[in-house]
Nanobody, 129 residues
Framework: QLQASGGGLVQPGGSLRLSCAASGFTFDDYAIGWFRQAPGKEREGVSCIRANGGSTYYADSVKGRFTISRDNSKNTVYLQMNSLKPEDTAVYFC????????????????????????WGKGTQVTVSS
């Protein structure tokens, strides 16, 4: 199970930290990705972190503003979001890859979402003045 939390309403330029708490599987065997979907838009891969935390991926739209991290002792992945913009408004989801040779890494399939088979419920982020 994956549960995202930490969303809310924030003014432009503000910050939020999202958490993705995992249970029911061996957390440090899997990369974890963050995705978002705004009304009327396609789902976007925002960020991803390798199983051991050794490498990360960021979409160009969030690079330099968002930071992904994980604490494998707490089975949790975090997404620190700074300098938020109205265009960051969306429902944010975390997801886990299907078990495969690439489940530990941020492969193209995992970054784009079609390598993921376990999606948590999302958390709403609204950036507005």
């Amino acid at each position: 199970q994956l549960q995202a939390s930490g969303g809310g309403l924030v003014q432009p330029g503000g910050s939020l930290r999202l958490s993705c708490a995992a249970s029911g599987f061996t957390f440090d065997d899997y990369a974890i990705g963050w995705f978002r979907q705004a009304p009327g838009k396609e789902r976007e891969g925002v960020s991803c972190i390798r199983a051991n935390g050794g490498s990360t991926y960021y979409a160009d739209s969030v690079k330099g503003r968002f930071t992904i991290s994980r604490d494998n002792s707490k089975n949790t992945v975090y997404l620190q979001m700074n300098s938020l913009k109205p265009e960051d408004t969306a429902v944010y989801f975390c997801a886990r890859p299907r078990s495969s040779h690439s489940s530990r890494v941020c492969s193209i399939a995992n970054i784009k979402g079609y390598g993921m088979d376990y999606w948590g419920k999302g958390t709403q982020v609204t950036v507005s003045s």
